[in-house]
């Protein structure tokens, strides 16, 4: 059971992208859903990550106030609005689910996530 990353793509500095998260095989209804992304030759790490009710969210903060998560549980999704890209923001996204419905620990672990899928790119030129 994987979740697939897709919407990512080439924009410019300032530019904004909608990235969506959809599942197969397995309802995302009770389920935190967490955004990471990983740079060329970096770790990857937190972005942003979404209550199963979708009333709670959390950002990294180098990207509060530009990014967005929100969530369409009828159809099985999960987005992230991102506005004034910057080139540091240029990686693989990927999203991954918790197994609760929130993620109490703050920053986001890679290793407390699952159902990994292929991430989308997002180029981010200056």
């Known amino acids: 059971v994987q979740l697939q990353a897709s919407g990512g793509g080439l924009v410019q500095a300032g530019g904004s992208l909608r990235l969506s998260c959809t599942a197969s095989?397995?309802?995302?209804?009770?389920?935190?859903i967490g955004w990471f992304r990983q740079a060329p030759g970096k770790e990857r790490e937190g972005v942003s990550c979404?209550?199963?009710?979708?009333?709670?969210?959390y950002y990294a903060s180098y990207v509060e106030d530009r990014f967005t998560i929100s969530r369409d549980n009828a159809k099985n999704t999960v987005y992230l609005q991102m506005n004034s890209l910057k080139p540091e923001d240029t990686a693989v996204y990927y999203c991954a689910a918790y197994s609760r419905g929130w993620y109490e620990k703050g920053d986001l672990q890679v290793d407390d996530f699952h159902s990994w899928g292929q991430g989308t790119l997002v180029t981010v030129s200056s």
């Open positions: 095989g397995f309802t995302l209804d009770y389920k935190a």
């Open positions: 979404i209550s199963s009710s979708g009333g709670s969210t």
